[in-house]
């Protein structure tokens, strides 16, 4: 198995620390998991089409310790359970010289994602590309922002970063829409919007934005597919 793409996955969910705990699912020659970040601020699941490894539920309490773990270990691994009465307790890595074990935690202990029954409709739907990601992370990076808005007049489509009902220093700039309807400023969080593109890098994916207060982001290729549920901020 090719260590790296075990890391896009995880990475692909972990979204640089905000979700440290997760229930992985291997079914079918797929592993993939559904999550919430600790701020639950994002809902979000990750797929892995090709996984090579008996079916099993496992229980990651501290993703960053996995993280940190795979780091001694080279490319190429193997990986295997450890098992006791038909219970998973470990993730048992190794390559040709070294040998990892991550304990797994009870299933009980992590936190589920809730399941999200009836979505609203999406008026505005923006691609993401290589050009929005590079204005997106720049904006955010100049403003260190908790927030971003989306906001859609009259066929013109915008992205604030750092928005707020009072003046204050934010950045502004223009996103061709593929749908809009008229939407006045929703707000959502503009370091797991960053984080989701970091983990995403390289792909084109899609952004839909509801006046309710959900935003939906996608990504799908040949070896992963994402989609992210941002809830509404309010804002001041």
């Not at 290589?130 to 204005?135: E, L, S």
């Not at 009259?154 to 223009?174: C, L, P």
């Amino acid at each position: 198995m090719e260590k790296s793409k075990l890391i896009n996955f995880i990475n692909r969910y972990y979204l640089g620390g905000n979700t440290d705990t997760a229930k992985l699912v291997v079914e079918n020659n797929t592993l993939s998991t559904k999550f919430i970040s600790s701020d639950q601020n994002v809902i979000g699941d990750v797929t892995l089409k090709s996984f090579d490894s008996p079916d099993a539920e496992l229980g990651v309490y501290t993703t960053s310790q996995l993280i940190k773990l795979m780091s001694a270990l080279d490319e190429n691994i193997d990986l295997s359970y450890g098992e006791t009465g038909g219970k998973v307790f470990s993730l048992n890595m190794s390559d040709k010289d070294t040998k990892v074990t991550y304990m797994l935690a009870d299933l009980a202990v992590i936190r589920q994602a809730p399941n999200l029954k009836q979505l609203p409709p999406f008026e505005v739907k923006i691609q993401l590309n290589k050009d929005f990601a590079g204005n997106f992370k720049k904006a955010a990076n100049a403003l260190d922002s908790d927030n971003f808005g989306v906001t859609s007049s009259e066929g013109e489509t915008k992205i604030i970063i750092n928005y707020s009902n009072v003046n204050t220093n934010r950045i502004v700039f223009n996103t061709a829409a593929t749908e809009s309807a008229d939407m006045e400023v929703v707000c959502f969080s503009a370091k797991l919007l960053k984080e989701i593109l970091n983990a995403n890098s390289g792909l084109d994916g899609m952004l839909e934005v509801s006046s309710k207060g959900l935003a939906r982001v996608t990504f799908e290729n040949e070896n992963y597919s994402a989609a992210y549920y941002l809830v509404k901020l309010t804002v001041s």
